[in-house]
């Protein structure tokens, strides 16, 4: 039995992810190079978000339909669609409308579906890493796709030759050579073989409901105040490294997130919730951290902002996906891990509230704002950590395709 089968289900993962956001740092590109109104890159950022909720809340269904391999075999395929349409975006928008859809899709079957077969294959009788490995593995293969993916597109736009294909070619390239790695992947559960519970029944498990819940949201609410309004509050001191130093918060945030996650899974614990509340604490210190950097409008005070909301943000994303990964039963993982990830993706539209709501009251009062109603979840998450906890049972084997 080959007991790395799941780096090459890793490997795609990472490359959805860098598809996912390699878009991010070249938001400033597309409004100031290409000439598209705000409100079109605003809306650029919403395509990606209707592809991936629908995708996530319907994972569990296809995964007991069509199995593992098939599914993420086509997410891959639609993240390197999805580079080949962005490419095209000096043609006008809707390129770049159908791109962005299709991103937001191919991150959602990484999210449920390939997070759901990196844990299977973590597992006898395909390998024997301790307990949690896999959720490990997962978060960490998506979160340096995140990370790199924004990093070199924002690298090579910013200095590299025609910058608005050549980091979508430079994604193309390796995504190719991850799709030639997953035929060769073990099936853990094959198509028509699994039971499909609806994820909403799954996700009334007061654990769920109290423990993870509060705490979804801030995954990805943390990294879009980080590389979306820290730039915002700086950008009268950048002058021309706007891109560039979009591009820096970005990586800083995202691989400082990577570097945690090890010391997520030291955290957890069955029983207690101390990840996800230490995930909180530390949320609630970078958004008081960013109240500092709003109020002195300092380049550097943003970025230690965004290393501090990239820890959160690390921590958050492992200890959730630890404890729906204790609460699911095989048949209802893929389900509930796609309900779990369509609730983190709720944060992203946080910047574009707080953006709104910056016409009335200034970013150092809504940021303030924000710490006090962490600071209230992390509370409500504490007082609930040692509840309905899930009861303890042996891993059973994975089936073999």
């Known amino acids: 039995m080959n007991r790395k089968a799941w780096l090459a289900v890793a490997a795609a993962m990472f490359c959805c992810g860098w598809g996912g956001n390699q878009f991010t740092p070249l938001l400033i590109m597309y409004r100031d190079a290409a000439g598209y109104s705000v ?6 950022l919403g395509a990606y978000v209707v592809g991936v909720v629908p995708t996530l809340l319907l994972a569990g269904r296809l995964c007991a339909r069509w199995g593992r391999r098939p599914l993420m075999l086509a997410g891959t395929v639609m993240s390197l669609l999805a580079s080949v349409l962005l490419a095209l ?4 928008p809707v390129p770049i409308f159908a791109g962005r859809f ?3 899709t ?3 079957v990484a999210m449920a579906v390939g997070s759901t077969w990196v844990k299977e294959l973590s597992e006898p009788p395909f390998d024997d890493a301790p307990a949690g490995t896999g959720a490990r593995r997962a978060a960490l293969s998506l979160t340096l796709g995140f990370g790199l993916g ?5 690298v090579l736009a910013q200095w590299g030759p025609l910058p608005m294909e050549l980091p979508y070619v430079v994604h193309g390239v390796l995504t190719i050579a991850a799709l030639t790695l997953l035929p060769r992947v073990p099936e853990t559960v094959p198509g028509g073989t699994g039971t499909h519970v ?4 799954a996700a009334r498990h007061p654990r769920f409901l109290r423990v993870v819940l509060p705490m979804a949201p801030w995954i990805f609410g943390s990294a879009g105040v980080a590389y979306a309004i820290m730039p915002q509050l700086v950008g009268d001191r950048l002058g021309s490294w706007g891109l560039a130093y979009s591009t820096l918060l970005t990586v800083a945030t995202l691989l400082t997130g990577a570097a945690v996650q090890p010391i997520a899974k030291r955290l957890d614990r069955r029983t207690d919730a101390r990840a996800v509340v230490v995930s909180m604490i530390v949320m609630s210190g970078g958004l008081a951290f960013g109240v500092v950097a709003a109020v002195e409008r300092s380049p550097w005070l943003a970025l230690g902002a965004a290393i501090v909301l990239g820890a959160a943000y690390g921590v958050a994303v492992v200890a959730g996906l630890l404890e729906i990964q204790r609460l699911a039963r095989p048949e209802d993982l893929a389900g509930l891990t796609g309900v779990y990830y369509a609730l983190a993706y709720i944060g992203f539209l946080l ?3 707080l953006a709104v709501a910056a016409h009335v009251v200034g970013y150092p009062w809504l940021l303030g704002a924000l710490v006090v109603i962490a600071a209230a979840g992390t509370v409500t998450i504490a007082a609930s950590s040692r509840s309905h906890l899930p009861v303890a049972a042996p891993r059973s084997p994975a089936r073999m395709g």
């Not at 409100?39 to 650029?44: N, P």
């Not at 924004?150 to 924002?154: K, S």
Request: negative net charge.
């Open 150 to 154: 924004a990093g070199v597109a924002g």
């Open 198 to 201: 609806p994820p909403l029944r």
């Open 89 to 92: 975006g000096e043609t006008g």
């Open 106 to 108: 191919a991150v959602a």
């Open 39 to 44: 409100l079109t890159v605003d809306a650029f």
């Open 102 to 104: 299709a991103t937001g």
């Open 351 to 353: 910047p574009t509230v």
